[in-house]
């Protein structure tokens, strides 16, 4: 049982080229989430969906789009980068009466 | 709308000493969840306690202890005689029942416990 299973774990990207960020779950939970991290700023919601077929913006959306494929995955994509998305990404599901299962994490960095 | 606030960004303290981590929240809601986790320097995400709003009592768990106080909107957590393994990053977060789901997380709190 992986739980949140989300690719790549590293990437450099050079401005201006796009990349999609990987997030599978094997736990049949509706919602998943993608987050960004900064230093000293926690973790911002970038986008969540809420069910499979529905996308919604979180707190800092702008440079991104998302992809509810089914329910298991949900992806996150760059289309143009920018030095300002580098940050470390978090996939999750977030029941709203359990823990939260995050992914290991993606760390950007865009150069 | 909901919020939480951990309003130490870091704190340093020498082994063996007790810490506690400071935990403010807002809601509207009645019922809602409070949690706690830690992010080592590794960088995952570990889960640490989950409390609802109805169950005000304190927890312990070896070390570690929560005080949850409805009446101040706190979620405290206290380590009793730190360890260096005690060293990451904490956050506290929030969730509400019902309507658009939307889990909010505290700033976080480093911990750096020196040998």
């Known amino acids: 049982n992986a739980g949140v299973t989300q690719t790549p774990k590293f990437q450099v990207l050079k401005t201006g080229q796009s990349m999609t960020l990987q997030c599978a779950q094997d736990m049949n939970h509706n919602s998943m989430y993608w987050y960004r991290q900064d230093p000293g700023m926690g973790l911002r919601l970038i986008y969540y969906s809420a069910s499979e077929g529905t996308t919604d913006k979180g707190e800092v959306p702008n440079g991104y789009n998302v992809s509810r494929l089914n329910k298991r995955e949900f992806s996150l994509r760059l289309e143009s980068a920018a030095p300002s998305q580098t940050s470390v990404y978090f996939c999750a599901i977030i029941p709203w009466d359990t823990e939260a299962f995050f992914g290991q994490g993606t760390r950007l960095t865009v150069v | 709308a909901q919020k939480v606030t951990q309003a130490q960004t870091e704190i340093s303290v020498v082994e063996k000493e007790d810490v506690t981590l400071d935990c403010v929240y807002e809601t509207r809601d009645t019922t809602y969840y409070l949690f706690w986790y830690k992010q080592p320097p590794s960088g995952e995400l570990v889960f640490l306690i989950r409390?609802?709003?109805?169950?005000?009592q304190n927890e312990i768990s070896g070390r570690y202890s929560w005080n949850f106080q409805k009446s101040t909107s706190s979620f405290n957590f206290t380590i009793t005689a730190s360890q260096v393994v005690d060293s990451a990053v904490y956050f506290c977060?929030?969730?509400?029942?019902?309507?658009?789901?939307?889990?909010?997380f505290g700033r976080g709190t480093s911990l750096i416990v020196h040998p």
């Open positions: 409390r609802n709003s109805f169950d005000e």
């Open positions: 977060a929030l969730s509400e029942y019902g309507g658009s789901y939307i889990p909010t």
